[in-house]
């Protein structure tokens, strides 16, 4: 069967990138670019409506949101990376899978201010300064376990977050000690070495303003 990924390097796309080889699946890795107009054209907005990545397909069937995807790849190719329905363990797997774009909304609005309004006028060092307070907060209710007992998708959406987050905030402790256990994946790394160039992030930490 066909799994083609359509990816940006530093994206939600690791995401699934990290997924599918968790899963040792055999895929085509599509790179694509934020800064031309490939992701808004017919043929992609097919794939994703609102043009963003990732986008994956799988047998001839086009599937888009993270979240949706690694449901969907655990479902079908990996039960061990998912917690069955009916199970106890259920509500805090479907709860940590979800919560990954919790902490992913208050990056989106950090990359925003810091990355993509390139204007200083056009950012805000109040909203800079608010999201990456939420950001920690939100962090605090991340630990050193893996979300639901074993290792699942939930981790790998929630792991790519806290990597993420490292960028803009001084982790808490315990959500250090849980991306110290992600970084130790072999599968996690191997997605790393296929993410492909810096696409976003080129600092290591981006601080809030001071104020
Ligand atoms: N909830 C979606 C969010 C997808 C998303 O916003 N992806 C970003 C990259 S992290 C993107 O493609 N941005 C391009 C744009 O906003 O035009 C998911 O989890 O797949």
Redesign the pocket.
């Known amino acids: 069967m066909t799994i083609r990924l359509w990816h940006?390097a530093q994206?939600?796309s690791f995401r699934v990138l990290w997924a599918l080889e968790e899963i040792g699946a055999a895929y085509e890795l599509i790179h694509c670019s934020?800064f031309d107009r490939s992701?808004r054209e017919d043929a992609y907005l097919a794939r994703s409506p609102a043009?963003?990545?990732?986008a994956v397909e799988i047998g001839g069937q086009t599937i888009?949101?993270?979240?949706a995807i690694l449901l969907y790849l655990a479902d079908r190719f990996a039960p061990h990376l998912r917690v069955a329905e009916g199970a106890r363990e259920r509500a805090a797997f479907l709860q940590a899978l979800h919560y990954a774009?919790t902490l992913a909304a208050h990056l989106?609005n950090l990359t925003q201010h810091h990355i993509v309004l390139r204007e200083p006028s056009m950012r805000s060092p109040t909203v800079m300064r608010l999201e990456a307070r939420r950001l920690e907060n939100a962090l605090r209710a991340v630990g050193p376990d893996w979300a639901a007992g074993a290792f699942s998708v939930a981790d790998i959406a929630l792991g790519y977050a806290v990597h993420m987050a490292q960028r803009f905030v001084a982790l808490p402790e315990p959500a250090a000690v849980y991306l110290g256990a992600v970084h130790e994946r072999e599968a996690f790394q191997r997605a790393l070495a296929k993410d492909g160039p810096a696409q976003i992030y080129t600092q290591d930490f981006y601080p809030p303003p001071e104020g």
């Open positions: 940006v994206s939600r934020f992701l043009g963003r990545v990732p888009c949101e993270s979240g774009e989106a």
